[in-house]
């Protein structure tokens, strides 16, 4: 079965930190694009950070830039977002998706988004 599956989210307070995991079953995250994309209440979804096919730029949402670090561990085929100095504004559902690298560099998140996971959800209080 084909599927990402998202963990590691959960409740945080204010300049905290959280790692979230995207674990991928079914195929190989080698030459995939993946995406961290995130949801609030009330608000379009948004992309986060994304890592192109050949693990060159990386792409992050100037909201979380310097903050937010997207990496990929091949053999344990997983994406990690590791999330720093978190504020009640990084508060939503977030989601991992991978496809075709459509062009991601540090100004592009350019993911074609074939597969998503289930999302998790990360909590940062006011």
């Known amino acids: 079965q084909v599927q990402l599956v998202e963990s590691g989210g959960g409740l945080v307070q204010p300049g905290g930190s959280l790692s979230l995991s995207c674990v991928a079953s079914?195929?190989?995250?080698?030459?995939?694009?993946i995406g961290w994309y995130r949801q609030a209440p009330g608000k379009e979804r948004e992309g986060v950070s994304c890592?192109?096919?050949?693990?060159?730029?990386?792409y992050y949402a100037a909201s979380v830039k310097g903050r937010f670090t997207i990496s990929r561990d091949h053999r344990k085929n997983t994406v990690y977002l590791q999330m720093n100095s978190l504020k009640p504004e990084d508060q939503a559902v977030y989601y991992c998706?991978?496809?075709?690298?459509?062009?991601?560099?540090?100004?592009?998140?350019?993911?074609?988004?074939?597969?998503w996971g289930q999302g998790t959800l990360v909590g940062v209080p006011s």
């Open positions: 890592i192109g096919s050949s693990d060159g730029s990386n």
């Open positions: 998706a991978a496809g075709d690298d459509l062009g991601v560099s540090t100004v592009s998140c350019g993911v074609r988004q074939e597969i």
């Open positions: 079914g195929f190989t995250l080698d030459y995939a694009a």
